[in-house]
């Protein structure tokens, strides 16, 4: 069946089925966002997700994620409608990625594979490279039991970009020698980053931080009037950028950061160990929100709890809600007796609401439109000059 799917050349985008699991802590409505999450991963890689399935299980099954009878009704799908891959919500296991390549006979990916392929296609510059390609063979490196014969029998396409794609790493000793190469290569890269930062003077350091695709970079080209690349996909930026921004009489460096997302793999995070320095290294956290996703209380929870296993969660923080041109709500009949819900709470509420319980400063602003652009700006030159006055006393000409 496979070699007669195979043999037949499809036009377009591949085909997904998306598959995630709810349990009692994650209920049905929960798992829809994540998969929503997922699925707008997919488009990122260029595929297609045309149907998904979800399953009430409190862990996964560990030789198939899910269920028996799932699975058979995932099987069945996949043959009558050909789709051309399968990805999991969590990461699969070896064992449980080769068990459900024999069942479903298709490319199975997981989250995890899912984000490095959309590193390995943004990744630019020879340091974002070296990143990608150490994570993807550290998570490679315990699959290659079946790995290879599945992608013997299946070249290119989402999910096998990079170093999936050579043919001569075929067993585990070239691919920890090629692991240990990239980890030298990356800490001399390493060095040559940290004496950039020391050598850029007695200047506040700015980093714009958050959940993928909020607007960072947007709102880095508004501040630093620069052209750094933006759009509405997820890790739209993979590579630091730094730009000198002066606010009125005031300099500072300001740099754009990958952005963070829910179950980031740990393989990223630390071999984009360099690049998430920019954040540990700064003064000040500007911490982008994008108040009109539903689940944007999720995403600060993900971005702080994120910052704060790369070290950085001491750091003080500006919290920026962008995107209020596009916040959405339904404003409530009077009779209507039910209880408000996050929908029902008009943007004057949400703002009354945050700026009451936030311990930091915060604002609310449009980067698309510039709404509040200029008390951003004040309000970012206020928190900066307090602590340039505090970290370099003697350098207080500017005011």
Known sequence: MLEKKKSQIKKGPETALLVGLSSKKDGREKVHEYLDELAFLVRTAGGDPVKRFTQSLDFPNPKTYVGTGKLEEIRQYVEAAEIDMVIFDDELGPSQQRNLEKVLECKILDRTT???DIFAKRAQTAHAKVQVELAQLQYLLPRLTGMWTHLERQRGGIGLRGPGETEIETDRRVIRDKISLLKTRLTQIDKQMATQRKNRGQLIRVALVGYTNVGKSTIMNLLSKSEVFAENKLFATLDTTVRKVVVDNLPFLLSD???FIRK???????SFKSTLDETR???ILVHVVD????EFEDQIKTVTKTLTDIGAGDKPVIMVFNK???YNWIE????????????NVSLEEMKNTWMAKENHPCIFISAKTKDNYQK???LLYDNIKGIHAIKYPYNNFLY
């Open 376 to 378: 951003f700006r004040t």
């Open 332 to 343: 409530k009949e009077e009779d209507d007796l039910t209880p408000s819900t996050r929908e």
């Open 324 to 326: 209020i041109d596009a």
């Open 257 to 259: 950061t990958v952005g």
């Open 281 to 283: 290294e700064s003064d």
């Open 114 to 116: 899912l984000i490095l």
């Open 291 to 294: 108040i009109s996703h539903p």
């Open 264 to 270: 980031l793999p740990h393989g990223l995070v630390e």
